[in-house]
C-alpha cells in the first residue's frame, strides 16, 4: 500500500520554527520528484516547494522564498520542510506529495501548522 | 504568482453533466498540457483524478473528463452522483518552473 505520513507539525510561536517529515512506504520514493502543498483551513490548495530526486534541484513559492527550506533523504524513504521565520499566514495543513508526471499523486494526510503565541 | 480562476461553486441534479472552468493566463494553462485536477473531500486529502490535461488515473471513474482551450481549462463530470460532491481544485505548471492551484469549486449535488 502506498503511503505518505507527515509529521512535526504543532503550535509554535511567531518567528519561530518547525521541521515537517513526511515518510514514504509502498512508494518509489527515490525516483520520484516530491512535493509540499499547504492549505489554511477551509481555503484552497498552495504550491509551496518541490524536490528532484537527488536533491540538486529545489523550487520555492515567493511567500515561502529565503524561509523555508525542502530536503531528502532517499535512504530513509523521507521528505523535509524546514520553517523558518513563521508568521500567522504559514498556518495551514501541509501535505507532501508525491509527482507523478506533472501533476501531485500520492497525497499524504496532511500536517497541521499553528503559528499562535 | 497569482492563482488560476474558478467559480466559486457549481451544482447539478443526479445525472446531470456540469463543467468547472479553470482560467489562467498564458505563462500557465495556455503554455503547457500540465493541467492536473484534485477532488477533496471533507476532512480528506486531494485525490489526482485528471492530469495532462485529459488523462485519466487508473481507478478513476470514466464520468470524469478534461479539456483545454486556449488559457482555460475545464473538468466535466457527467452522470452526476451523490459521491461526486466535494471541492474541486485545477492545477498548472508554469513558466517559472514552478506550480499553482485555482481557488477551488464547491460542488454541490442537489
Known amino acids: 500500500e502506498v503511503q505518505l505520513v507527515e509529521s512535526g507539525g504543532g503550535l509554535v510561536q511567531p518567528g519561530g520554527s518547525l521541521r515537517l517529515s513526511c515518510a514514504a512506504s509502498g512508494f518509489s520514493f527515490s525516483g520520484n520528484w516530491m512535493h509540499w502543498v499547504r492549505q489554511v483551513p477551509g481555503k484552497g490548495l498552495v504550491w509551496v516547494s518541490c524536490?528532484?530526486?537527488?536533491?540538486?534541484?529545489?523550487r520555492y513559492a515567493d511567500s515561502v522564498k529565503g524561509r523555508f527550506t525542502i530536503s531528502r533523504d532517499n535512504a530513509k524513504n523521507t521528505l523535509y520542510l524546514q520553517m523558518n521565520s513563521l508568521g500567522a499566514e504559514d498556518t495551514a495543513v501541509y501535505y507532501c506529495?508525491?509527482?507523478?508526471?506533472?501533476?501531485?499523486?500520492?497525497w499524504g494526510q496532511g500536517t497541521l501548522v499553528t503559528v499562535s503565541s | 504568482q497569482s492563482a488560476l480562476t474558478q467559480p466559486a461553486s457549481v451544482s447539478g441534479s443526479p445525472g446531470q453533466s456540469i463543467t468547472i472552468s479553470c482560467t489562467g493566463t498564458s505563462s500557465d494553462i495556455g503554455v503547457y498540457n500540465y493541467v492536473s485536477w484534485y477532488q477533496q473531500r471533507p476532512g480528506k486529502a486531494p485525490k489526482l483524478i485528471i492530469s495532462?490535461?485529459?488523462n485519466r488515473p487508473s481507478g478513476v471513474s470514466n464520468r470524469f473528463s478534461g479539456s483545454k482551450s486556449g488559457n482555460t481549462a475545464s473538468l466535466t463530470i457527467s452522470g452526476l452522483q451523490a459521491e461526486d460532491e466535494a471541492d474541486y481544485y485545477c492545477n498548472s505548471y508554469t513558466s517559472r518552473n514552478t506550480w499553482v492551484f485555482g481557488g477551488g469549486t464547491k460542488l454541490t449535488v442537489l
Open positions: 524536490i528532484n530526486i537527488d536533491g540538486s534541484v529545489t
Open positions: 495532462d490535461v485529459s
Open positions: 506529495a508525491g509527482a507523478s508526471s506533472m501533476a501531485f499523486d500520492p
